[in-house]
């Protein structure tokens, strides 16, 4: 059974720096598609930035150079390395995965259909 758990979150003022983690297990396949996405109260979740295998990744155009998606396999974790945090980054964060590597694109930027989630945390970016 595949499992998600996220951890990292906390508050921060608009320029700070925070990294989220995301271990998992259950799974050892490369190809899984491993996204964080985050959902703001009364807003649609929205995919943030996925990794799939060792080099891809891809970002949602807000974050990019801002925020960093990587992976270390050997402790099972996927990092969210997110800096100059700004007030509308205020949201609860979720680790995400799918199987369906080969749609790791699409599943990130549809904020929706991946199989897997964890149980989010909470990003607060004061002005």
């Given at each position: 059974?595949?499992?998600?758990?996220?951890?990292?979150?906390?508050?921060?003022?608009?320029?700070?720096?925070?990294?989220?983690?995301?271990?998992?297990?259950g799974y050892t396949s490369d190809n899984y598609c491993v996204g964080?996405?985050?959902?703001?109260?009364?807003?649609?979740?929205?995919?943030?930035?996925?990794?799939?295998?060792?080099?891809?990744?891809?970002?949602?155009?807000?974050v990019k150079g801002r925020f960093t998606i990587s992976r270390d396999?050997?402790?099972?974790?996927?990092?969210?390395?997110?800096?100059?945090?700004q007030p509308e980054d205020t949201a609860t964060y979720y680790c995400?995965?799918?199987?369906?590597?080969?749609?790791?694109?699409?599943?990130?930027?549809?904020?929706?259909?991946?199989?897997?989630?964890?149980?989010?945390?909470?990003?607060?970016?004061?002005?």
């Open positions: 059974q595949v499992q998600l758990v996220e951890s990292g979150g906390g508050s921060v003022q608009s320029g700070g720096s925070l990294r989220l983690s995301c271990v998992h297990s964080w996405l985050r959902q703001a109260p009364g807003e649609e979740r929205e995919g943030v930035a996925a990794i799939k295998g060792e080099g891809y990744t891809t970002y949602a155009d807000d396999e050997a402790q099972n974790t996927v990092y969210l390395q997110m800096n100059n945090l995400a995965a799918d199987s369906r590597g080969d749609m790791c694109t699409l599943l990130l930027h549809a904020g929706v259909g991946f199989h897997y989630w964890g149980q989010g945390t909470q990003v607060t970016v004061s002005p």
